[in-house]
Nanobody
Framework: QVQLVESGGGLVQAGGSLRLSCVASGRIFRINSMGWYRQAPGKQRELVAA???????NYADSVKGRFTISRDNAKITVYLQMDSLKPEDTAAYLC???????????WGQGTQVTVSS
């Protein structure tokens, strides 16, 4: 099994910054992709940002230019630097990893980000 531990969420004023971290552990032999999703109350879960094994990245249009995803393969950790935060960024942020040759997908429990206006 694979375990994910997220950290870094919290309450911040609009315009502020937060950095999320997600550490993966367990039976990981290959990392295919790592990413962050978010889910606000009453809304569907949406992709925020993802980073593939070759380092290529993908961002939701709503966060382009404000959020940056990165990874540390040695630490099996993915980060999400969030700058210029807006109240509409308020949500539970969940880490996702896709690992191993059989492309298993695992989710973290989420970390809450609240942006006040």
């Amino acid at each position: 099994q694979v375990q994910l531990v997220e950290s870094g969420g919290g309450l911040v004023q609009a315009g502020g910054s937060l950095r999320l971290s997600c550490v993966a552990s367990g039976r990981i032999f290959r990392i295919n992709s790592m990413g962050w999703y978010r889910q606000a109350p009453g809304k569907q879960r949406e992709l925020v940002a993802a980073i593939a094994s070759d380092g290529s990245t993908n961002y939701a249009d709503s966060v382009k230019g404000r959020f940056t995803i990165s990874r540390d393969n040695a630490k099996i950790t993915v980060y999400l630097q969030m700058d210029s935060l807006k109240p509409e960024d308020t949500a539970a942020y969940l880490c996702n990893v896709n690992v191993n040759s059989y492309f298993a997908s695992y989710w973290g429990q989420g970390t809450q980000v609240t942006v006040s206006s």
